[in-house]
């Protein structure tokens, strides 16, 4: 059973990676900085909870609040640049944090054994959970109570006038320039929220492993980040889960057992999948339908 | 209410608009057109900020709109339509206006003080009165993008005017609409008339612009080769000149 708990809590760390990119792509960005907001929120994290002796919940909310801080602070510039030169200037972005840690050392003695981040060592020994006597499935939960309440959020945050908002600087900004929506702040702002839940992914995610290196954010991660709401579509939130689900759940550890040619597969998978569904798994389409079910359902019984 | 002095866009070695002065009314409907290249939509986009000035100045009301950038001149009371439609095509026509509602009243309503005192429903209201200006109250779930043309059209006037504009400028409102349509738009337009609001529109459609307007200015390569009342505008041999070609 700890198998699939396991594989949950991953799923779990993957959606608010994926939530992260669902808010900045609403806006019609594409960012590359997704996984230095990761970075920084389980370094945070793990540093507050291992140095500072910090329970975990307040570590998590300064772990969050850091990542925003610092998205909000790479926003402006950023959002400057259009298309290609966005996702040129978050790439960079993202790899100088890697950069960053890579080079990045703070160590404390602790009893008789030194702790804390150690360049391309790593940060180890983040064991909160294990030593908090924490199983598995707890943990598992835990995370998913995170999840659920991002995911809660931003349903809600969809269905506001700031929600259609980003939607509409998603689809024209010219036009909504043109009635009155402040760019700047519109984007700024969503590269906000967004880094917060990288921030948060990244400050559980560096509990879950117990062990962070640099090499664990890198372009691959970015990448995946991006590709999730993409994948799923942007019509709800529900998409970008779907689509860690299939990746995460189905393409990683279901295809297991082909070994190698796995990595062939993955490739073909995605590519399957945009083509067949050009607007991703969950489009208002079929939303729409799953809504008309679901009502159908009771009336029928 | 709105003045252009020497106004001049040059887009490499193009003189796109060349040094124009144009006065507009409080509450005139004033139309500009000219034959296609006279830059006309380049003056509508100078007024609305999405182009910059390379000369001249533009004042509202004696503002000058020079600092401005596009969203904040909507504060300020301009609004405007585009030559091709652009909706949020994903949004819904309900979405569509309630994005639009900037204006500072607005805003103000849409705050969290301003929803606890009972903002929201008077967003409603505003947004049915809006639909129901525009005949697409029974269209308002509808995505933008599934409406046909003329609902398009009706949608974007509609999604300028949630702005709550004192100055709305109408870049070709009627292109690609039938006769019935025309007749539609025409009261449309003198309906906001009476309710205040100064209106420019860019137009080729003579049937619209000699039906409506007050006053009219002749652009021609981006320079002003007449001005007056319709029936003026007809009579004007320059005018002729310009749209018949010949010497």
């Not at chain 1, 975990?56 to 400057?80: E, N, S």
């Not at chain 2, 091709?84 to 819904?92: A, E, K, M, S, V």
């Not at chain 2, 009706?154 to 019935?180: S, V, Y």
């Not at chain 2, 021609?220 to 018949?244: C, H, M, S, W």
Request: hydrophobic share 50%; with cysteine; net charge positive.
């Amino acid at each position: 059973m700890d198998f699939y708990w396991g594989l949950l809590q991953l799923i779990g760390i993957h959606s608010l990676l994926g939530l992260s990119a669902y808010v900045v792509v609403l806006t019609g960005q594409v960012s590359l900085a997704q996984a230095g907001f990761f970075a920084i929120g389980a370094y945070a994290a793990g540093m507050l909870t291992v140095l500072r002796d910090w329970h975990i919940v307040p570590a998590l909310v300064a772990a969050t609040l850091a990542a925003g801080a610092v998205a909000c602070a790479v926003g402006f510039p950023a959002l400057r640049v259009r298309g290609l030169m966005l996702v040129i200037a978050t790439l960079a972005f993202g790899e100088g944090v890697r950069l960053f840690f890579f080079n990045f050392d703070y160590q404390i003695a602790k009893g008789n054994i030194r702790v804390g981040p150690l360049g391309g060592e790593g940060f180890r020994q983040i064991r909160y959970f294990p030593e908090n006597g924490w199983s598995t499935f707890h943990v598992m939960a835990f995370i998913w109570t995170a999840v659920i309440l991002v995911m809660a959020a931003l349903w809600w945050f969809d269905r506001s006038r700031y929600g259609a908002v980003l939607r509409a600087v998603g689809e024209d900004e010219t036009a909504a320039q043109s009635v009155g929506v402040n760019l700047t702040a519109v984007k700024v702002s969503a590269m906000a929220f967004g880094g917060a839940i990288a921030g948060l992914g990244g400050g559980l995610y560096a509990h879950y492993t117990t062990h962070i290196e640099h090499a664990n954010f890198g372009i691959l991660l970015a990448t995946f980040a991006i590709a999730y709401p993409i994948v799923g579509g942007l019509a709800s939130v529900f998409g970008t889960v779907a689509a860690v689900v299939f990746v995460q759940g189905f393409l990683v550890e279901g295809l297991r057992f082909l070994g190698d040619w796995r990595n062939l597969l993955f490739g073909a998978l995605i590519v399957a999948a945009m083509n067949l569904r050009p607007h991703g798994f969950l489009d208002a389409r079929a939303l729409a339908g799953l809504a008309r079910l679901w009502r159908r359902r009771p009336a029928g019984a | 209410m709105l003045e252009l002095r020497g106004v001049a866009r040059h887009f490499g070695g193009v003189r796109a608009v060349d040094g124009l002065d144009l006065d507009v009314r409080r509450g005139e409907i004033f139309g500009l057109i000219g034959p296609n290249g006279s830059g006309k939509s380049t003056t509508v986009n100078l007024v609305a900020g999405v182009t910059t000035l390379s000369a001249g100045s533009i004042h509202l009301d004696g503002i000058d709109l020079a600092p401005h950038p596009v969203h904040e001149r909507l504060r300020l009371g301009i609004a405007r339509t585009f030559q091709n439609i652009r909706l949020f095509g994903q949004l819904t026509v309900w979405q569509n206006l309630w994005v639009a509602q900037n204006s500072p009243a607005d805003r103000a309503r849409q705050t969290f003080l301003g929803r606890w005192l009972g903002g929201q429903s008077g967003v409603r209201a505003e947004i049915a009165r809006l639909l129901e200006f525009s005949r697409l109250a029974h269209r308002q779930d509808e995505l933008a993008t599934n409406l046909a043309f003329g609902e398009q059209r009706r949608l974007e006037l509609a999604r300028a005017l949630a702005t709550r504009p004192r100055l709305l400028l109408l870049d070709e409102p009627a292109a690609g609409m039938n006769a019935e349509e025309i007749g539609q738009l025409r009261d449309r337009i003198l309906r906001l008339r009476e309710q205040g609001v100064t209106i420019v529109i860019v137009e080729h459609v003579m049937q619209l612009v000699m039906g409506v307007t007050d006053r009219i200015a002749v652009l021609n390569f981006g320079q002003k080769i007449a001005e007056g009342t319709p029936a003026e505008i007809q009579r004007d041999p320059a005018v002729q000149k310009a749209y018949l070609g010949g010497d």
